[in-house]
Nanobody, 122 residues
Framework: QVQLVESGGGLVQAGGSLRLSCAAS????????MGWFRQAPGKDREFVAA????????VYVDSVKGRFTISRDNAKKMVYLQMNSLKPEDTAVYYC???????????????WGQGTQVTVSS
C-alpha cells in the first residue's frame, strides 16, 4: 500500500506561483513513478505531469509545458509540482498519484491522494 498526502494548494492571482507537495509513505513508495492530475469543476480528471522513480524522465501535458515543473526527493519520499505563470484555467483540485509504471501513472495510477484545491483569480 502507498499513502499519498498533498499540500500547498491555495488562492493565487493570475501570473503567480504555487508549489504543491506530495508526501508518500508505504513500503514501496520510493520505487514508484509519481504523477499529478487535476480536475476542474464539471470536467474530467486530467493528467498534468509525471516523473520516473529516478527522476530522469518527466512528462507534461502540453498546456503546462514551460510553466510547471515536477520533481522528487526520494530520500524524503516527497514529490513536488512547481507551478509558475498560473492562469485562471489552472483552477482545479490537484491530485498526487503513484504507480510502479511510468506509463500507467499517466493514465490509470494505482494510488491517489485526497487532492488539494488550487484557485487562480483573474
Amino acid at each position: 500500500q502507498v499513502q499519498l498526502v498533498e499540500s500547498g494548494g491555495g488562492l493565487v492571482q493570475a501570473g503567480g506561483s504555487l508549489r504543491l507537495s506530495c508526501a508518500a509513505s508505504g513500503r514501496t513508495s520510493s520505487t514508484y513513478s509519481m504523477g499529478w492530475f487535476r480536475q476542474a469543476p464539471g470536467k474530467d480528471r486530467e493528467f498534468v505531469a509525471a516523473i520516473s522513480y529516478g527522476g530522469g524522465l518527466t512528462v507534461y501535458v502540453d498546456s503546462v509545458k514551460g510553466r510547471f515543473t515536477i520533481s522528487r526527493d526520494n530520500a524524503k519520499k516527497m514529490v513536488y509540482l512547481q507551478m509558475n505563470s498560473l492562469k485562471p484555467e489552472d483552477t482545479a483540485v490537484y491530485y498526487c498519484a503513484a504507480d510502479p509504471n511510468l506509463v500507467t501513472v499517466q493514465s490509470n495510477p494505482g494510488y491517489w491522494g485526497q487532492g488539494t484545491q488550487v484557485t487562480v483569480s483573474s
